[in-house]
């Protein structure tokens, strides 16, 4: 019997996956253990191993795409086996979670269909466009076409006002124009009536009068003066421009230097003036040589108009959109609910690196041995933790947690965003130790290759952006740690010791604390702690 597989929860937090690869085909035979797909996690992209054995039957899910867990994700069962019913059976559920607007969209589309059918052979209903995304009425500014005038396919009917431009809009249909449904001046919502074109002759009396928008008549609103007044004023303002600033506006005005008129819609005008082009040089292709969008779209300036003097932008705006990844959705989702609900506060401290430089250079002359800073700051965090459990606790509502082991969280940058590994017990191991986790941990995560095991159960984090040249930052702590230590540059810069300036070599650290658990006295205290293990690291070896 066939299996449905629905995408599993493959992390706590996790709420939706992408599949990232299909190790199998429909149609290819699956064992128990089989590897059936690679999905990425809000975490990671992990390996999906099947359950049951059979024939991959149906697969749900494209690679690429995102679905919420326990969406049907692939069928398994037995070569040839009749599907229809179970996949008949989750389009029957996504149903039922449609909600009762989308019932009435769909009534409404039906009534709309039902009166489409109704229109006389050969009629298309124009309705008013959006021509912007916020655009909800817009204005006829001007009709270019009359009712019994032939048109043409790309012909331009009528210039509308919206919210943010007047626009010529282009007819997508041949015929006649058999009806306007709103004046010059009148306005309406997107979707209403502006205009019928069919065969010539057509009676389309009763369509205008009968046609609805979602399920109501369309009515226009009637033309008044109160609306003709701001038309008006709209035609003074180029005239206006042109006496304040006569080189400037030259180039866009309808009236060229010759003192003649240029007939320009208002959309080829504003392309115009945003593209810096002398309109007198432009020949239209319009009605009556009216110059239109596609004639300023297609001019290529001459050597005269480049000599205006007015600057004309020669950059082009440009940009890419990349989806978000699950884990940049988890990240910026954990990180706001750690930066809003937990009350951070920062203490930053310097400390002197002399000897922790000489102790690196010292262990490391050691054969088949390497140790970084980094490692030295993990081991130095975990012997202070035992010392003030307080900085290594988490929160609850009722309850604080004081953790007795320490597993610290490193942080690790990795193309989609952050991830952070935890070294376990880090205070019962060696420098070697840590410093061999953390680099396998760092490139199994480039690799996405962590498990959730090795990114789970973290007490204390630290974020070290010193390799970068960053000499100090803070950092959002990492729920439900209490504390993340911020781990800056070593800096040779010159220091007061005993008096007397000379050379020396300094760290900046900042810890970010939740104050719900670590007041500033413990906070402090536990940089003082760590002060003496980083500036005497022989210490951490007793």
């Known amino acids: 019997m066939a299996e449905v597989i629905n995408m599993p929860r493959l992390s706590d937090t996790m709420e939706e996956g992408t599949v990232a690869t299909w190790l199998k085909q429909v149609g290819d035979k699956v064992e128990e253990g089989d590897i059936l797909a690679e999905i990425e996690t809000d975490k990671a992209t992990m390996e999906f191993e099947s359950f049951n054995e059979g024939t ?11 679905a919420k867990v326990d969406s049907l994700l692939a069928i398994i069962g037995e070569e040839g086996e009749d599907i229809s019913d179970l996949l008949n059976g989750s389009s029957s559920a996504k149903e039922e979670t449609k909600s009762e607007e989308n019932t009435e969209d769909k009534k409404e589309d039906t009534e709309e269909a039902e009166s489409s059918e109704e229109l006389p052979e050969g009629v298309t209903v124009v309705t008013m466009p959006r021509l912007s995304d916020t655009m909800e009425e817009g204005t006829v500014a001007t009709w270019l076409k009359k009712v019994g005038d032939e048109v043409e396919e790309g012909d331009i009917l009528a210039e509308i006002e919206t919210d943010k431009a007047t626009m010529e809009f282009e007819s997508f249909q041949s015929g006649t124009l058999l009806h306007i449904g709103l004046e010059e001046g009148e306005s309406a919502k997107v979707d209403a009536l502006l205009a019928i074109i069919g065969p010539a002759g057509t009676d ?27 038309k008006e004023e709209k035609k003074e303002e180029p005239k206006k421009a042109e006496e304040k600033s006569t080189t400037a506006s030259a180039s866009t005005a309808d009236v060229s230097s010759s003192g003649g008129r240029i007939f320009a819609s208002p959309l080829a005008k504003k392309m115009a003036e945003e593209k810096g082009i002398n309109l007198s040089q432009v020949k239209g292709s319009g009605e009556n040589g009216r110059i239109v969008k596609r004639d300023i779209e297609n001019f290529t300036p001459s050597q005269a108009s480049a000599s205006v003097g007015k600057f004309v932008p020669t950059g082009t705006e440009d940009f890419d959109e990349v989806p978000n ?89 990795v193309p989609d965003g952050l991830v952070v590994p935890v070294v376990k017990f880090a205070n019962e191991q060696s420098l070697t130790q840590i410093g061999a986790a953390v680099k396998e ?33 803070t950092s959002i702590i990492n729920q439900p740690n209490s504390a993340i230590l911020s781990v800056g540059s070593i800096v040779s810069k010159p220091v007061v010791k005993n008096g007397q300036v000379v050379p020396g070599n300094t760290m900046k650290l900042t ?5 719900r658990t670590v007041d500033g006295a413990t906070g402090a205290q536990f940089l003082q702690t760590l002060k003496g293990y980083i500036e005497n690291p022989v210490t951490m070896l007793v």
């Open 56 to 66: 991959l039957l149906h697969i749900g899910i494209q690679e690429g795409e995102t």
């Open 204 to 230: 389309v009396s009763g369509v205008a009068k009968n046609f609805k928008v979602g399920g109501s008549e369309s009515k226009s609103e009637p033309k008044t003066e109160t609306k003709a007044a701001p």
């Open 325 to 413: 990844s699950n884990m940049r959705k988890a990240i910026a989702k954990n990180l706001a609910k750690s930066k809003f609900t937990a009350p951070h506060y920062y203490l930053n401290v310097e400390f002197d690196m002399e000897n922790a430089i000489a102790f690196r250079a010292q262990y490391n002359s050691l054969p088949d041995t390497k140790i970084s800073y980094n490692d030295m700051i993990v081991k130095a965090c975990a012997l202070a933790l035992k010392q003030h459990p307080q900085v290594n606790s988490q929160w609850f509502d009722d309850r604080m947690k004081l953790n007795n082991h320490v597993h610290i969280g490193v942080a690790v940058a």
């Open 441 to 473: 941990y760092a490139g199994k995560a480039r690799n996405r290759k962590l498990t959730l095991d090795e990114m789970e159960g973290s007490t204390f984090t630290i974020s070290n952006l010193g390799m970068f040249g960053i000499e100090s930052f």
């Open 511 to 515: 810890m970010a604390c939740d104050h």
